[in-house]
């Protein structure tokens, strides 16, 4: 049976955290003209085909960059500093080897964040954008699953006058039929703010 993903990089991460132990880094002063650093705290991480995979941190991304298990694509004006070496702090780094990505996003967690960013921040129902919940379309009382095909974003409003009946019942349907998300969703919310720089690695439908 083949490994799966998550624990392939949970070795990865441990692996890294064996080595920021024994040789940990800093982070330089903060350059004044340097982006505030919650836009570059991120690094998005690209497979060796150059597609979008992940987003990790500033250090594990310099622990793949020293461990030669990653390439320096986009870089910022600050430094890391180690005890033996300068870096130039990464933005987006790609693999060297190619990681094998399950294709089947319906494996990852379904998180509010997440439906809402698929959704477009907007209520499937009547596009309203404050006072977003999650609603399943087909009720769970009418055995409805916690799927991403089943999980729209909804306004309190809508959800309170679908209550649990069915889309048909109360001819409420989602603007568009729910799927499970293009990787480039997760990436969006985990990095809260895409920095400028990766915007040339991610797909159009992430900016
Ligand atoms: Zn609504």
């Not at 150059?50 to 298990?69: F, G, H, Q, S």
């Not at 959800?159 to 989602?174: E, F, G, S």
Request: hydrophobic residues 40%; contains cysteine; glycine residues 4%.
């Amino acid at each position: 049976m083949r490994q799966p993903q998550a624990t392939r990089l949970d070795s990865r991460a441990s692996e890294m955290k064996t080595l920021t132990a024994s040789a940990p880094l800093e982070l330089a002063p903060p350059i004044a003209r340097d982006r505030p650093l919650r836009d570059v705290g991120r690094v998005l991480v690209l497979n060796a085909t150059y597609e979008p995979i992940n987003v990790c941190t500033v250090r594990r991304a310099a622990v793949l960059l020293l461990k030669e298990k990653a390439d320096m694509v986009e870089r910022s004006d600050g430094e890391l500093r180690s005890e033996h070496r300068v870096l130039q702090r990464p933005v987006v780094i790609k693999l060297r080897l190619y990681a094998k990505v399950p294709r089947d996003s319906s494996k990852r967690k379904i998180t509010r964040r997440a439906v809402f960013a698929r959704d477009g921040w907007a209520c499937q129902y009547c596009g309203t954008r404050s006072n977003l919940t999650v609603d399943h379309v087909i009720p769970r009382s009418k055995g409805g699953l916690s799927t991403w095909e089943n999980i729209v974003s909804s306004c309190a409003p809508c959800n309170r006058r679908k209550a649990d009946r069915l889309p048909t019942q109360i001819n409420m349907h989602p603007r568009k039929p729910p799927r499970v998300p293009g990787a480039h969703v997760f990436i969006t919310v985990a990095a809260q703010r895409i920095p400028a720089a990766w915007l040339q690695w991610l797909p159009a439908e992430a900016a």
